[in-house]
């Protein structure tokens, strides 16, 4: 592959993350420009219409949304391992879980998070039990499969695992948490790949 990989990214941003497990999961190289989220460059700015990091350059491509930008990485050729099954429908599960990372749990984590110093009051009321519920529906599929979908760790988990890995990180860490043991065992076993820890020192 020629043209180099530039992603401007913020080492906290778990969005970001999702793009940097990506890369290094299919070890692309890769260049990082790291942003400030409160004080994003020119260069970004000019080139997202919505001004948020990830946002990938790859020779002439720009891109941006993280699960746009993780597809586009999985898709480049000869690039191994493949990310996304191959199937029509195990396909739509990794997008299925996706949406409902960004429309769901990541909503009520952030609400839950971060409460009413960012959120209207009516918004959060409940978020502890929607994000309990959300965290079962997780705890559900990984009792009974290692991975989200199918038989392998696939960009279903490099979607959801950042946002995993936010919630546990709250302090201090949320006492209902530990309830969810396959959810956790699964967060633990992510945590130790080397796409991960490689990811954790940017
Ligand atoms: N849907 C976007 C969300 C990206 C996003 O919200 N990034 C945050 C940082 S974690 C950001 O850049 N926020 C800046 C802002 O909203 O002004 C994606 O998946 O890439």
């Known amino acids: 592959m020629e043209d180099k990989i530039l992603i401007y990214s913020y080492r906290r941003c778990p969005f970001a ?15 990082v420009v790291e942003e400030d989220l409160k004080n994003f460059s020119e260069k970004l700015r000019s080139l997202h219409p919505e001004a948020k990091v990830p946002l990938l350059i790859h020779g002439s491509r720009v891109i941006y949304e993280s699960a746009i930008i993780t597809e586009y990485v999985d898709d480049l050729p000869s690039s191994e391992p493949r990310l996304m099954p191959s199937g029509a429908g195990e396909k739509a599960e990794v997008r ?65 695992f950042p946002f995993v890995r936010q919630l546990s990180r709250i302090q201090p860490v949320p006492e209902f948490l530990s309830q969810f043991k396959a959810v956790s065992k699964w967060r633990d076993e992510i945590s130790q790949r080397p796409s991960v820890t490689a990811t954790l020192t940017l």
């Open 17 to 31: 993350m999702r793009v940097r497990i990506a890369l290094h999961e299919k070890k692309l190289p890769f260049e």
């Open 96 to 160: 299925l879980w996706t949406y409902w990372c960004n429309h769901q749990f990541k909503t009520d984590l952030d609400r839950f998070k971060y409460g009413t110093s960012r959120f209207p009051e009516a918004e959060c009321v409940g978020a502890k039990e929607r994000l309990m519920v959300h965290l079962g529906k997780l705890e559900t599929q990984l009792s009974q499969s290692h991975w989200l979908v199918g038989k392998s760790f696939s960009l279903a988990e490099v979607h959801i």
